[in-house]
């Protein structure tokens, strides 16, 4: 885009690096995934920490501990998300006759 529309915000990702054509050797699409299933399993992991931590008497407060399960718990339900969608999409692209 040569001339941007004064005011509005520019995007800050370029697309080109976000489905993984990025000539620089950009992060992409597919590691973009595996970042945000990485984040999914750390807040997993922290949430059995607390529970653990509650259930063994470790000073671990029961707010504290559903606080942590409710995180990984909604971030699983986005993962959940964003895996049909790209499902979805995959079965949309495939049904396209070349």
């Known amino acids: 885009m040569t001339n941007p529309i004064q005011g509005l915000p520019q995007p800050t990702v370029d ?3 976000a489905i993984g054509n ?3 050797g950009g992060s992409g699409f597919l590691e973009t995934l595996r970042t945000a299933v990485d984040q999914v399993k750390d807040l997993q992991s922290q949430a059995d920490t607390q529970v653990q931590g509650m259930l063994n008497g470790d000073g671990q407060d029961v707010h504290s501990a559903m606080i942590a399960v409710e995180k990984a718990n909604l971030a699983f339900e986005l993962m959940l998300q964003v895996r049909n969608k790209i499902v979805s999409a995959y079965q949309e692209v495939s049904r396209i006759s070349f």
């Open 15 to 17: 697309i080109g690096s």
């Open 22 to 24: 990025d000539q620089q």
